[in-house]
C-alpha cells in the first residue's frame, strides 16, 4: 500500500486517540501547552527536539502521566484508571531499563502473563520472531546489547497483539540494518489497520516511516498532517553557512552573482554569512569561485543544520 | 497476580539484601545463645530476657528494620529502576498488583524473623529452665511469638510499602516512625501505644500468654484493641498504595 493510499485511509476512519486540549505543567514549568490532536489508523510521528514535551505528551496519551488539565482517550475510552484498556494498547516507553535476571524469553513470557495470554508460547514465539531475537531469547537481557534490549522491549510490547502502540524513540541504540527492519515491521502492522505513534527526534527516522506528523516545539503542538506537505516546507527553508576566508569582500561579491544565494552578510569576525535555499549548489560554488578568484578559503560551516533550527523554522514560519 | 509476586520475591530476595536481613535475624538468636550461659534461674534473668532480647532487639529494633528494607523497596525498586511501567500498563487492577508486592515483602522477611524469634525463646527457655514463668517450652508462649511478629511484619509492610511509593526518602520516612514515634513518643505518651505496630505485637505477645508475658504489662494495650489495630493498619495502608498507585504519575 502506498503512503497516499495510507493517508486518504487513515482520514476515512474514526480518530484512535484523541487529544483534547491537553496541558501538563510541573510547578511552575508548562511541559505541553494545550494541545489537540486526533490520531487515526496508520503510523503518525511524533516529532520534535529534545525536551519539546513530546515523551511527556505520549505518557499522558499512555495513561502514565495525568493531564493538569484537558482530556485524553484511546479507542473511545478515557485512559487513566482503566486498566482493561491495555489490552488493546502497548505501550514502549523511553526509559530502558529491564529486569536484567531475566532471559529475553522469560521477559517477553512475564509480560504476556501479566496480560493472561493463554496459550502463552505461541504468541511469545510470534513476537520474538517478529523482532529477528530468537537466537538469542534466552540469554539473559544483562548481556544484551541496547539495540537487543530494545527490540526485545518492542516485542515485550507487541506480544499480545495490540491495536494501538505508543512507542517512545523505538529506534534508540538500534543500527541502520535493525532500524529497516523496524521499519518495515512497523509498515506491517499498520497495514493490518493498526494505529502506531512514534516519537522521535530524529527528522528522517520518522520521514521514511510516517504518514504523517505531528510537530512538538516547545510544549505547542507547531504542525500536524500529512508528512509530504511539511516536508515541502522544510524544503523552503534558507540554510545558513558561514564562510571565513582572507578576502571576504572579494568572496561576497563572486557569490552575489551566482543563483545559490539569497542573501549574504558579515558577522563581527570579518566571517560571510550566507543564506540560501540551494545548498547543494552552494557547497560546489564556493570552492570554484575561490580558486577563480584566488582567494583563500578557511572555514565553510552550517550554522543551523540541527534539528532544533528545522522545527524552529517551521514554527516561526 | 503470581507474576508479579513471584517477580517482587526476586526483586526483594537479591543476594545483598537477604544477607542483611539474615545477619540481622541471627543476631538475637546468636545473643541468646551468649547469654543463655550467663542468665540464673530467676524471676530477674526471665525480665532481662523479655525486656531486652525480644522486645528491645526483636520487636523494636530488628523487625522494623528488616520489614523497612523489604517493605520501601516493594515499590521503590520499581520506582528508582523505572519499571514500574511494565506492570501499571497491563490490564490488572492495582490492586492486583499491590496485593503480591506486600505479600513479597512479608514472605522475604516475614519467616526469618519468626524463625529467629522462636529459635531464641526456645534458646532463652533452655537455658533458664522450667522453674521461671516463661518460657517453660509451652507451646503457647513459641506460638506467641510466632503470630506476635506476623502481625508486626505485615503491618509494618503494609505501612513501609505505602511509604516506598509514597515518597523517595522511605527509609528517613521509616526511621522517623520507628524509632521517633514508636521508640520515644509512645514511651512517654501512653495513648500513642494505640497507634504503635511494636505496641500491637507486644500486646498480642502479651495477650497470648500472659503468664509467661507477664513483664510487659507496663506496655501493652489491650488484646483486641491490639489485634483490631494491627488489622486496621494493614488495611488503611493497603488502600491509601492502591489510591496512590491509581493517582501517581508513573515515572
Redesign the interface.
Known amino acids: 500500500m502506498s503512503r497516499a493510499q495510507r493517508s486518504s485511509q487513515t482520514t476515512a476512519t474514526e480518530p484512535t486517540i484523541v487529544v483534547q486540549g491537553v496541558s501538563k505543567w510541573f510547578g511552575s514549568v508548562v511541559a505541553v501547552n494545550d494541545i489537540s490532536v486526533q490520531v487515526h489508523p496508520g503510523i503518525t510521528g511524533l516529532l520534535g527536539p529534545n525536551g519539546a514535551g513530546k515523551t511527556t505528551l505520549l505518557r499522558m496519551i499512555g495513561g502514565l502521566a495525568e493531564p493538569s488539565e484537558g482530556d485524553v482517550s484511546l479507542l473511545g475510552e478515557r485512559v487513566r484508571d482503566n486498566p482493561q484498556l491495555y489490552s488493546r494498547v502497548g505501550v514502549m516507553s523511553a526509559n530502558e531499563t529491564v529486569y536484567e535476571f531475566f532471559t529475553g524469553r522469560e521477559f517477553v513470557e512475564f509480560i504476556g502473563r501479566l496480560h493472561q495470554l493463554e496459550p502463552l508460547a505461541p504468541a511469545v514465539d510470534r513476537a520474538i520472531e517478529a523482532v529477528d531475537l530468537t537466537e538469542v531469547q534466552d540469554r539473559p537481557m544483562g548481556t544484551y546489547s541496547r539495540g537487543m534490549r530494545q527490540r526485545m522491549r518492542l516485542a515485550a510490547t507487541l506480544v499480545h497483539d495490540p491495536q494501538v502502540l505508543l512507542l517512545d524513540e523505538p529506534l534508540n541504540g538500534t543500527d541502520p540494518r535493525q532500524r529497516i527492519e523496524f521499519q518495515e515491521l512497523m509498515r506491517r502492522q499498520a497495514d493490518q489497520g493498526r494505529t502506531i505513534l512514534i516519537s522521535s527526534h530524529i527528522l528522517e527516522e520518522v520521514e521514511t516511516l510516517a504518514d504523517s506528523i505531528l510537530l512538538i516545539v516547545s510544549g505547542k503542538l507547531a504542525a500536524s498532517g500529512d508528512f509530504r506537505a511539511i516536508r515541502a516546507k522544510l524544503d523552503e527553508r534558507p540554510y545558513k553557512v558561514r564562510i571565513v576566508t582572507g578576502d571576504p569582500r572579494s568572496m561576497a561579491a563572486a557569490l552575489v552573482k551566482t543563483e545559490t544565494v539569497d542573501s549574504i552578510s558579515v558577522d563581527s569576525d570579518g566571517a560571510l554569512l550566507v543564506l540560501s535555499r540551494n545548498v547543494s549548489a552552494l557547497q560546489h560554488s564556493v570552492p570554484r569561485l575561490a580558486k577563480e578568484q584566488g582567494i583563500r578559503l578557511m572555514r565553510v560551516e552550517p550554522m543551523d543544520d540541527s534539528l532544533e533550527s528545522v522545527f524552529s523554522y517551521l514554527v516561526e514560519g | 497476580m503470581?507474576?508479579?509476586f513471584i517477580?517482587s520475591v526476586?526483586?526483594l530476595a537479591n543476594r545483598r539484601r537477604l544477607l542483611l536481613i539474615v545477619l540481622l535475624a541471627a543476631l538475637p538468636i546468636g545473643l541468646a545463645a551468649l547469654v543463655s550461659a550467663t542468665l540464673s534461674e530467676d524471676k530477674s534473668s526471665n525480665e532481662e530476657f523479655i525486656n531486652v532480647l525480644l522486645d528491645g532487639m526483636l520487636i523494636a529494633a530488628i523487625m522494623p528494620i528488616v520489614t523497612m528494607v523489604t517493605g520501601t523497596a516493594a515499590f521503590g525498586n520499581d520506582l528508582e529502576?523505572?519499571?514500574l511501567?511494565?506492570?501499571?500498563?497491563?490490564?490488572?487492577?492495582?490492586l492486583r498488583i499491590v496485593l503480591p508486592k506486600l505479600l513479597a515483602s512479608v514472605v522475604v522477611a516475614g519467616p526469618l524473623l519468626m524463625a529467629s524469634g522462636i529459635i531464641a525463646t526456645l534458646l532463652g527457655a533452655s537455658s533458664m529452665g522450667a522453674a521461671l514463668l516463661v518460657l517453660d517450652g509451652s507451646v503457647q508462649a513459641v506460638v506467641g511469638v510466632g503470630v506476635a511478629l506476623f502481625a508486626g511484619v505485615v503491618a509494618y509492610a503494609a505501612i513501609f510499602t505505602w511509604a516506598g511509593l509514597v515518597t523517595t526518602r522511605a527509609l528517613a520516612f521509616a526511621l522517623i516512625y520507628v524509632f521517633l514515634w514508636e521508640g520515644l513518643i509512645s514511651s512517654y505518651l501512653g495513648g500513642v501505644r494505640y497507634l504503635s505496630v511494636r505496641a500491637y505485637s507486644l500486646s498480642i505477645l502479651h495477650g497470648m500468654d500472659d503468664r509467661s508475658f507477664g513483664p510487659l504489662d507496663d506496655r501493652v494495650i489491650e488484646f483486641p484493641a491490639a489485634i483490631g489495630g494491627a488489622v486496621a493498619v494493614t488495611v488503611i495502608f493497603f488502600w491509601l498504595t492502591v489510591r496512590r498507585l491509581?493517582?501517581m504519575?508513573?515515572?
Open positions: 503470581g507474576p508479579i517477580l526476586r526483586v529502576d523505572r519499571t511501567g511494565y506492570l501499571v500498563l497491563k490490564p490488572i487492577s492495582r491509581r493517582r504519575d508513573v515515572p
